[in-house]
């Protein structure tokens, strides 16, 4: 299970932190990602981070504004958002497979249990 909180409206530049808390399942063997959908856009891969060995994946987009961590004392995944930009208003999804279920983990079709999304919204 899954369930993602932080969102929220903030203005361009500013940060968000977003949380997904999950259970009922190991960290080391899975993959859990952010990903978001803009209405009438195809879902996009954001950040993903592979338990087994912390590996990190961040889409181009957001790279260097945006870092994913990890929790496990809390069993909870972070998306510590930076220097938001209109572009990022999206509603924001986490999502898990087995990392043997994945092919890279980049890409939202290979993630097999998602939780509720929460809005991001950044005004200009």
């Known amino acids: 299970q899954l369930q993602a909180s932080g969102g929220g409206l903030v203005q361009a530049g500013g940060s968000l932190r977003l949380s997904c808390a999950a259970s009922?399942?190991?960290?080391?063997?899975?993959?859990i990602a952010w990903i978001r959908q803009v209405p009438g856009k195809e879902r996009e891969g954001v950040s993903c981070?592979?338990?087994?060995?912390?590996?990190?994946w961040y889409a181009d987009s957001v790279k260097g504004r945006f870092t994913i961590s990890s929790d496990r004392a809390k069993n909870t995944v972070y998306l510590q958002m930076n220097s938001l930009k209109a572009e990022d208003t999206a509603v924001y999804y986490c999502?898990?497979?087995?990392?043997?279920?994945?092919?890279?983990?980049?890409?939202?079709?290979?993630?097999?249990?998602w939780g509720q999304g929460t809005l991001v919204t950044v005004s200009s």
């Open positions: 009922g399942f190991r960290f080391d063997d899975n993959a």
């Open positions: 999502a898990t497979s087995l990392e043997s279920h994945l092919l890279g983990g980049t890409e939202p079709h290979e993630y097999d249990y």
């Open positions: 981070i592979f338990g087994s060995n912390g590996e990190r």
